[in-house]
């Protein structure tokens, strides 16, 4: 069979599923919680809860996502469809769930289920749809070209998810409810038709010898005894991911750099309308500052390739963590001229959140190339799995925490002004919350290893043992890399 090429048209209807996977969560995070305090007259902390609960059971779920969509090509339509793009052709039209987070006036049980079907119908798209670069092709350049086509347009969703809803609200009001349903509906029928197309133009690598092998010999008959094994020597699986050592970094920066965003992305509206007197809408626009990110995007994928993910994380840090500091003293200070020091700082940090999350996505088609050099397996969808099952949960975590500290603080749903220590608790929350938590990121980041000439190093060295090369003949460069890269001492490797 002919290798297919990886164009431009293939890369971005490739990428245009991280409409939803970028646009969709920025909107609940940037607005769940404010439209349930808000319009729905939630606590912070049982609106908090919706995406707590929901994504904890999600997270669960999504752990087992990735071992199906391994072993999903045993099945009728895992060979008529794909492994993982069947899943694709599934989600699309269950979107419109997403729509229903946002009917006024429904009790709490009702936006819970609608909140826990939309985060599993994201899994069941998202978790297959992160293994495509893997399966597409195994070259570097092209793996960054479907990466940095999937990260413009996951920047062009965080744009349209704050440029679109700030446009609703300012047309029908800040105390209309019906922009935001308006504006789910509008999103759900977008991320419904992106999914299809993405479904349509990829395609995944051929079956290996040993799956070929396994279809020959068909099912066999599990006792219930065999099924708790069976289940076991999952569980195992997946934790024998943390064994590699550059995942287990890159899993570490990944979650602390977007639990960060993610409180930042839940504080800053009320910051807003709470600590600086800002409409809703005047936020709404400061976030959709977010465009900056389409050609930041561009050009970090130039960067990546040419200076390493480490340097990328290293700048993407430090500037959001400087503007953090400075949308606090605005707030300590007051400044006269504070909503145009507001659009400049928001104009650097949507830069550095940019690169955010480029680097991490643009990395991880490279990881299970790594695990292959120890396993000499193929586990793109475990590794998804388990990053999935870290995001969801950290992020349940955070926003429940989020919950928490607003209502310990003061916070009074529903009320147009907060007291004092409420004000206070919110800005403490966005600086030093989020900053901490890229602090910790950016010590992680600082050894990271994985870039372009290690990956390439170590993918010639599987390539070589492959063709039954002599371990004895490796030089002691390629033997380093290998080392740091996988934690593992070369001797132990692909015995």
Same mark, same amino acid.
């Given at each position: 069979?002919?290798?297919?090429?990886?164009?431009?048209?293939?890369?971005?209807?490739?990428?245009?599923?991280?409409?939803?996977?970028?646009?969709?969560?920025?909107?609940?995070?940037?607005?769940?919680?404010?439209?349930?305090?808000?319009?729905?007259?939630?606590?912070?902390?049982?609106?908090?809860?919706?995406?707590?609960?929901?994504?904890?059971?999600?997270?669960?779920?999504?752990?087992?996502?990735?071992?199906?969509?391994?072993?999903?090509?045993?099945?009728?339509?895992?060979?008529?469809?794909?492994?993982?793009?069947?899943?694709?052709?599934?989600?699309?039209?269950?979107?419109?769930?997403?729509?229903?987070?946002?009917?006024?006036?429904?009790?709490?049980?009702?936006?819970?289920?609608?909140?826990?079907?939309?985060?599993?119908?994201?899994?069941?798209?998202?978790?297959?749809?992160?293994?495509?670069?893997?399966?597409?092709?195994?070259?570097?350049?092209?793996?960054?070209?479907?990466?940095?086509?999937?990260?413009?347009?996951?920047?062009?969703?965080?744009?349209?998810?704050?440029?679109?809803?700030?446009?609703?609200?300012?047309?029908?009001?800040?105390?209309?409810?019906?922009?935001?349903?308006?504006?789910?509906?509008?999103?759900?029928?977008?991320?419904?038709?992106?999914?299809?197309?993405?479904?349509?133009?990829?395609?995944?690598?051929?079956?290996?010898?040993?799956?070929?092998?396994?279809?020959?010999?068909?099912?066999?008959?599990? &006792?219930?005894?065999?099924?708790? @094994? /069976?289940?076991?020597? %999952?569980?195992?699986? *997946?934790?024998?991911?943390? $064994? !590699?050592?550059?995942?287990?970094?890159?899993?570490?920066?990944?979650?602390?750099?977007?639990?960060?965003?993610?409180?930042?992305?839940?504080?800053?509206?009320?910051?807003?309308?709470?600590?600086?007197?800002?409409?809703?809408?005047?936020?709404?626009?400061?976030?959709?500052?977010?465009?900056?990110?389409?050609?930041?995007?561009?050009?970090?994928?130039?960067?990546?390739?040419?200076?390493?993910?480490?340097?990328?994380?290293?700048?993407?840090? &430090?500037?959001?963590?400087?503007? @953090? /500091?400075?949308?606090? %003293?605005?707030?300590? *200070?007051?400044?006269?001229? $504070? !909503?145009?020091?507001?659009?400049?700082?928001?104009?650097?940090?949507?830069?550095?959140?940019?690169?955010?999350?480029?680097?991490?996505?643009?990395?991880?088609?490279?990881?299970?190339?790594?695990?292959?050099?120890?396993?000499?397996?193929?586990?793109?969808?475990?590794?998804?799995?388990?990053?999935?099952?870290?995001?969801?949960?950290?992020?349940?975590?955070?926003?429940?925490?989020?919950?928490?500290?607003?209502?310990?603080?003061?916070?009074?749903?529903?009320?147009?002004?907060?007291?004092?220590?409420?004000?206070?608790?919110?800005?403490?929350?966005?600086?030093?919350?989020?900053?901490?938590?890229?602090?910790?990121?950016?010590?992680?980041?600082?050894?990271?290893?994985?870039?372009?000439?290690?990956?390439?190093?170590?993918?010639?060295?599987?390539?070589?043992?492959?063709?039954?090369?002599?371990?004895?003949?490796?030089?002691?460069?390629?033997?380093?890399?290998?080392?740091?890269?996988?934690?593992?001492?070369?001797?132990?490797?692909?015995?």
């Amino acid at each position: 069979m002919a290798k297919k090429k990886v164009t431009i048209p293939v890369s971005i209807g490739y990428g245009l599923t991280d409409l939803m996977g970028g646009g969709a969560f920025t909107i609940i995070g940037a607005w769940l919680m404010f439209y349930y305090t808000t319009f729905v007259g939630m606590s912070p902390v049982k609106a908090a809860s919706i995406v707590a609960i929901a994504r904890i059971v999600d997270a669960v779920i999504s752990l087992f996502m990735g071992s199906i969509t391994d072993h999903f090509y045993k099945t009728k339509l895992g060979k008529k469809f794909g492994r993982r793009r069947f899943f694709l052709l599934v989600g699309s039209p269950l979107m419109i769930v997403y729509a229903l987070l946002w009917i006024d006036g429904i009790s709490y049980a009702f936006y819970l289920v609608c909140y826990l079907m939309f985060e599993i119908i994201a899994a069941l798209v998202l978790i297959p749809w992160e293994t495509l670069p893997s399966e597409m092709t195994k070259d570097f350049t092209e793996r960054t070209k479907l990466s940095t086509c999937r990260m413009f347009i996951s920047a062009l969703g965080t744009f349209l998810a704050t440029f679109v809803p700030g446009r609703l609200i300012k047309y029908f009001g800040d105390d209309n409810s019906y922009a935001y349903f308006l504006n789910g509906l509008i999103f759900a029928v977008l991320f419904a038709i992106c999914i299809f197309i993405t479904y349509k133009v990829t395609w995944e690598r051929e079956l290996t010898p040993t799956m070929l092998e396994e279809l020959e010999k068909g099912p066999t008959k599990q &006792s219930f005894a065999d099924r708790i @094994l /069976a289940l076991c020597d %999952m569980l195992k699986e *997946y934790a024998s991911t943390f $064994k !590699i050592r550059a995942f287990r970094k890159h899993l570490a920066i990944y979650l602390l750099s977007f639990t960060a965003k993610d409180i930042f992305n839940t504080v800053f509206v009320f910051f807003c309308v709470y600590c600086l007197s800002i409409s809703s809408s005047q936020a709404a626009d400061l976030l959709s500052l977010s465009i900056v990110g389409l050609p930041i995007t561009l050009l970090a994928g130039f960067a990546i390739i040419k200076f390493g993910p480490s340097r990328l994380y290293t700048v993407s840090y &430090s500037t959001m963590i400087l503007c @953090l /500091a400075g949308f606090y %003293m605005i707030y300590l *200070y007051d400044p006269s001229s $504070k !909503i145009a020091i507001m659009y400049v700082l928001a104009v650097v940090y949507q830069m550095g959140r940019s690169l955010l999350e480029f680097t991490p996505w643009n990395v991880f088609p490279f990881i299970p190339d790594v695990d292959e050099a120890v396993t000499q397996k193929r586990r793109e969808g475990l590794f998804a799995a388990v990053m999935t099952f870290g995001r969801k949960t950290t992020v349940a975590l955070a926003t429940f925490i989020v919950g928490i500290v607003l209502e310990e603080g003061g916070f009074v749903k529903g009320q147009q002004h907060q007291s004092p220590e409420a004000i206070s608790v919110i800005a403490n929350t966005l600086m030093f919350g989020a900053s901490a938590l890229l602090v910790l990121a950016l010590i992680f980041a600082w050894t990271f290893k994985l870039n372009k000439k290690t990956h390439g190093v170590l993918v010639k060295e599987v390539d070589r043992l492959k063709l039954n090369g002599s371990k004895s003949q490796v030089d002691p460069e390629t033997q380093k890399i290998f080392e740091d890269l996988t934690g593992y001492k070369y001797e132990k490797i692909w015995n």
